[in-house]
């Protein structure tokens, strides 16, 4: 109830007394009325301020309510337009794309690969992986031998039929090193000869060559195979038809073995010299005895390497088999997908499931499918966790009085935020945000649980309007309670996703990026568009129409009735100083004969003091501009029916009035509430040292699927991980060869680098070009020694003494290129180990084109590529005596292999050790830096902690500002910043608890937790912050108000993860959902229980005290014993009569804002939508209102 003008005074029997908690014990009440006053100093300009904020919102609110049916369809249209926007997402599985930092030298370095090499990589690898369906079983039987063979055979049998062609094993297989042969048919054959690369246990015997898919055909036998081929027979019988003798060389230095002596210290492929592979890539769990001998093994792997797209594109270009198809690198990829996936389920159904050893396959697209699969929507889910949502929303808003319920309230919210969350989505696609699994399993339902938060508490504001509120108001005076939590909650969620943002991560950075907008979109839509609904709803009811079923008349319409207040006496109040509420004592009777409810002003002299109730009515009023909550008081429910059942009447604000505050806020409560948090704070500040980094691909895949049993078993036996170490352009290479060795030294100390066989070549493509050189400079010394080649012929010697010879007379000089007098002076290779600058890039270019199993083996990748050059011992003309440099060279790289890397920590020595050894390089001016898995998804742990620590302290300030500007009270956001820190360590340690690794997922919501955690926090904040009383009452009434709608808030988000539950992906079970559930769970309690207890402790001053005029015969001044806080209604009314309290504010008017309601000082009959025939709203006079 307003009064009528600014300058009419208020009788002293119409004040309202202070509660009795408030009065010291000596208190006498004075004789003269006080004058109201205003808190003096630095709060006038915060309640200016706010005031002024909340004139703005109620203006809007007023505009949406006077035009609701527009802009609900405006508001609808946007937001449908948004979502078509979905059209257009694009989502993004690439790992390197998703996981690698953005602007981190590692992505730097990986665009230099990726521009000197293009986007693929050499080979793709397919494994097998067997083990013993009994743990721990040996493994080095001929019996489990045999059945490796058998998966192994079936899966090197896969063909799959695609553009009308068979593709197989050996057609798209990964070939090392396959020799340049002038006559094409002959290169044809001994390229379906050439074996594939096959990394196998099983080529330490003949059956390994089983394996080998390819066949050729020579007239008058029969085809030949790996089973049945003898390569020196092969030379003789092709002898005639080319030249081979370079070939027959290439074979005798491969040293093409019959049979491995066994698998210890690992096997060889069809290479002796330079494929010899690793016992650490063929077995793993073994065990020796105390001389070193392999006694035991646990599991075998056989690697099959296939080429990558762009090179089957490239082989098969312009050949005959593809011509009649329109061959494109796309069809090759599709290829290459269609037998792996052939791959994987032959492999893993060759053995039968009586077997005593099972197999694992895996491949790169099993990976691939992987992460399609986790990134799809689940519709199923989607729809289900929206249904429930929307079940929660109707029954929660349901209220036994039809004119109250606000089921469809709840529907049409609901379906409101999933339109804003959509519209908010499409935004991003249409803004080229890429989409990832986190957006389309996570986003829709965390943002539905947000969104709905804001819908209950605008709701549950709307259903208590202050008494004497106009109709056409009710919108208004709804956002001028709640408008500023909720933009305040809003704007604090957006500025923690945008602050989440600052991890480097792509895919977390775009979930950022899209969470905020989807955020500020459902802003919007709860700001825009549910007023609206809000406000038709509020016709359906003046209407007396069923909720939900608003065709139909509601049997239980209640009188609304409204009192105005008596004339006020000689005091006044200086025009535009203050603005005055008052809400008189009436009591509501039901009468039993009419069953009509009566409302009945008593006279002055019966007016009896109101109660100590701490929660009666203290609050301020809507039109005094500090109270920008909820409303003062809860309308009189006055029903059809006198009486009610208990459990009608009961709901979380009734709990929360008179069970959980007045338990909460007692001393010996408080003592505990204290203890209890402090002890949780001290358990998470060790359970953060628990906490460990990571975040494996076992935790990604789902559980109980062949696809986790593999991953599983990889990383328990064979926890290997190829590397490059990548020298760049920029310095001299043939002046640099030492620092180069030196380099590739350092880097083979390091601990996790697997060393190699003391039996094994080099593995860098420098020491492979070294010792061919040397290897030929022997040749040329023993030709020239014994007379063969001499200063002026080299056709009676070797090829390697005529490739030396060329070599030897280079001068480097473009002007003087040949120097015969060289070939006795020079060696290739000084004493030192070096190559003669000089002759750098000449050799460079005859090691390429002449020694490619070599090559192949060193993995060298250089760029620019080394020109062709084709050595021809009898060539006559002198022209092969030129030989054409290569250029200098911007990318080369050194392979190694890293082992024993389980932990995060482990991967983060080896990180760093290469990191040390390459500055060191840096240093004597050869540029280089690591290259492979382990730089690109775990180099981010290196700097991950100092970015969380980092992105949650600038949000944390960031808070502080938003909440002190909105707020207009530093006091309090103080107190905010607080809880919220706590919050986040706590999540941080339970987290540690769980088991749960840190890794850039859970630091982002670790740092939205910030945000998230304000939707708990604030509004119980700015209800104490706007409430008149002692801290006690304060807080009393902020958890009367805001209970309800922040716990019906805090079920709505568990609802909606509550759908994450049922993911079939482990990861999203543990990362989000059990992180986000204990994220609610924490904000609900410190919200709802720790804030409170610290506001009645710590809390901030009120911002506008009162000042009463008190009548000796009214006022008892005797306070309570015990100084405890009194409840419940006077005991002098009678039974059938309520109590509706009086009470008065003061507060700072605004200036009045373009298009803002004022109120009249005249008495005007309110607003109604059917006119006054309906005869449901009583007008305003001077009289008591009678039902």
Not at 445 to 470: K, M, Q, S
Not at 586 to 609: D, G
Not at 911 to 936: D, K, M, N, T, W
Not at 938 to 962: D, P
């Amino acid at each position: 109830m307003r009064v009528g003008g600014a300058h009419a005074p208020i009788p002293a029997s119409m004040t309202r007394s202070p509660a009795l908690r408030e009065l010291p014990p000596s208190y006498t009440p004075p004789a003269r009325a006080a004058a109201p006053q205003i808190l003096a100093g630095s709060l006038r300009a915060p309640l200016w301020l706010r005031a002024y904020f909340q004139g703005l919102l109620f203006s809007l609110g007023f505009g949406i309510q006077r035009h609701c049916g527009k802009v609900l369809f405006l508001g609808l249209l946007a937001f449908g337009a948004l979502a078509l926007g979905l059209r257009v997402a694009i989502i993004e599985t690439n790992l390197e794309q998703l996981w690698v930092e953005v602007g981190s030298r590692v992505s730097q370095e990986l665009h230099y690969t990726k521009e000197k090499l293009g986007e693929e990589a050499a080979y793709t690898s397919q494994m097998l992986i067997q083990t013993s369906r009994q743990e721990g079983e040996n493994i080095l039987t001929p019996e489990a031998l045999g059945l490796h063979l058998q998966a192994a055979l079936t899966a090197s049998k896969v063909q799959v039929s695609l553009y009308g062609k068979s593709w197989d094993l050996n057609k798209i297989c990964y070939k090392s090193g396959v020799p340049l042969i002038e006559n094409g048919m002959i290169e044809r054959m001994i390229e379906k000869l050439f074996p594939c690369v096959i990394l196998t246990p099983l080529d330490c015997f003949w059956e390994g060559a089983k394996l080998q898919g390819g066949s050729a055909y020579l007239p008058g036998r029969p085809d030949i195979q790996w089973t049945n081929l003898d390569p020196e027979q092969l030379l003789e019988e092709l002898g005639p038809f080319a030249s081979l003798e370079g070939f027959r060389e290439l074979l005798d230095k491969a040293q093409v073995p019959n049979v491995a002596d066994e698998l210890s210290g690992g096997c060889h492929g069809f290479s002796h010299k330079f494929m010899h592979w690793q016992e650490e890539l063929l077995l793993g769990g073994t065990a020796r005895n105390p001389q070193g001998q392999l006694l035991r093994a646990e599991a075998l792997q056989t690697t099959f390497l296939l080429m990558s797209p762009r090179q089957l594109y490239e082989h098969f270009r312009g050949d005959y088999q593809t011509h009649d198809i329109g061959w494109s690198e796309e069809q090759a990829g599709t290829v290459l997908q269609a037998w792996q996936r052939r791959f994987v389920q032959l492999a893993q159904e060759a053995l039968p499931e009586n077997a005593s050893q099972q197999i694992h396959a895996f491949s790169s697209t099993t990976l691939d499918d992987i992460l399609h699969a986790f990134s799809e929507v689940s519709a199923a889910r989607l729809v289900g966790g929206y249904l429930l949502m929307l079940a929660y929303a109707c029954v929660t808003m349901l209220r036994w009085d039809c004119a109250q319920s606000q089921g469809a309230v709840g529907l049409a919210g609901v379906l409101l935020v999933a339109l804003a969350v959509a519209s908010g989505l499409g935004l991003c696609a249409l803004l080229g945000i890429t989409f990832n699994a986190a957006t389309t399993q996570v986003l829709p339902f965390l943002a539905l649980g947000i969104g709905v938060d804001h819908i209950f508490l605008l709701a549950h504001a709307f259903t208590e309007a202050l008494p004497g509120t106009r109709l056409q108001d009710r919108m208004g005076e709804c956002l001028q309670r709640t408008g500023t939590s909720v933009a305040l909650a809003s704007i604090n969620n957006m500025a923690a996703f945008l602050m989440a943002a600052l991890v480097p991560i792509p895919a977390l950075r775009a979930f950022s990026l899209q969470a905020a907008i989807v955020v500020g979109c459902t802003f919007v839509a709860v700001m825009l568009v549910f007023p609206a609904i809000l406000s038709l709803d509020l016709r359906r009811r003046h209407c007396q129409r069923l909720d939900v079923l608003c065709c139909f008349s509601s049997p239980c319409s209640a009188r609304v009735i409204q009192i105005l207040p008596q004339e006020l006496g000689d005091r006044t109040v200086p025009v535009g100083i203050a603005h005055l509420t008052a809400t008189v004592q009436a009591f509501t009777h039901c009468e039993a004969s009419s069953q009509h409810v009566v409302t009945i002003l008593p006279s002055q002299a019966h007016l009896v003091p109101p109660p100590s109730d701490p929660l009666g009515s203290e609050l301020f009023s809507p039109g005094g501009s500090t109270r920008d909550l909820l409303g003062q008081e809860e309308q009189p429910r006055q029903k059809a029916a006198c009486r009610s059942l208990p459990c009608a009447r009961w709901n979380l604000t009734h709990f929360a009035r008179f069970q959980f505050a007045p338990l909460l806020l007692q001393s010996q409560a408080k003592a505990i509430v204290l203890v209890l948090f402090g002890t949780l704070l001290g358990l998470s500040l060790y359970g953060a040292t628990l906490v460990q980094d990571g975040l494996a691909l076992t935790d990604v895949v789902p559980r109980g699927t062949k696809e986790h049993d593999f991953l599983s078993a990889q990383l328990r036996y064979f926890s290997l991980y190829e590397v490059a170490l990548v020298t760049q352009g920029g310095f001299d290479y043939a002046h640099s060869q030492r620092a180069l060795f030196d380099l590739h030294q350092r880097f083979s100390s390091l601990k996790a680098v697997l060393p190699p066989p003391a039996t094994q070549a080099p593995r860098t493509w420098l020491h492979y070009y070294r010792n061919w050189l040397q290897g030929i400079q022997a040749a040329f010394d023993q030709d020239w020694a014994s007379g063969r080649i001499t200063r002026h012929s080299y056709r009676n010697g070797s090829e390697d003494g005529a490739l030396a010879y060329k070599l030897l007379i280079q001068t480097g000089d473009s002007q003087g290129p040949l120097d015969f007098g060289q070939l006795t002076t020079r060696k290739l290779v000084d004493r030192e180990g070096l190559i003669p600058p000089e002759l750098f890039y000449v050799g460079l270019t005859v090691w390429v084109s002449s020694d490619p199993l070599g090559l192949a083996a060193s993995q060298a990748n250089f760029y620019p590529p080394p020109p062709e050059w084709l050595h021809d011992k009898y060539d006559t003309t002198g022209e092969n005596l030129r030989i054409p440099p290569a250029q200098p060279l911007e990318f080369a790289q050194f392979p190694f292999l890293l082992r024993g890397l389980q932990k995060t920590a482990d991967f983060m020595e080896a990180i760093e050790g290469a990191r040390a050894a390459c500055a060191e390089a840096g240093q004597a001016g050869v540029h280089a830096y690591p290259s492979g898995s382990p730089f690109l998804f775990w180099e981010q742990y290196l700097g991950l902690r100092r970015c969380f620590l980092l992105a949650v302290c600038i949000l944390l300030v960031c808070t502080f500002l938003i909440c002190a500007l909105l707020l207009l009270n530093p006091w309090t956001a103080a107190l905010i910043v607080l809880v919220l820190a706590m919050m986040t360590v706590e999540l941080f340690g339970i987290m540690g608890f769980l088991g749960i690794k840190l890794s850039a997922i859970p630091v982002v919501i670790l740092v939205a937790s910030v945000g998230i955690g304000i939707e708990f926090t604030v509004h119980v904040a700015l209800g104490f912050l706007t409430t008149q009383g002692s801290r006690n009452l304060r807080a009393a009434h902020a958890l009367e108000h805001t209970f309800a709608p922040v716990t019906d808030g805090a079920i709505s988000t568990l609802l909606g993860l509550l759908m994450l539950a049922g993911s079939n992906f482990d990861f999203i079970v543990r990362y989000f959902f059990v992180v986000l559930t204990v994220l609610t769970l924490l904000g609900l309690l410190h919200g709802l229980v720790l804030l409170p207890v610290l506001l009645s402790i710590l809390g901030p001053p009120p911002e506008v005290i009162q000042m009463y005029k008190e009548s000796p015969e009214v006022l008892s001044p005797s306070a309570p014993e015990g100084g405890g806080l009194r409840w419940g209604a006077s005991p002098s009314l009678p039974q059938s009569f309520a109590r509706v309290t009086t009470s008065m504010t003061v507060a700072i008017h605004p200036p009045p804002l373009p298009g803002a309601y004022i109120h009249p000082a005249s008495d005007e009959p309110p607003w109604s939508p059917a006119a006054t025939s309906s005869g449901n709203l009583t007008s305003r006079g001077p009289g008591p209102a009678t039902g």
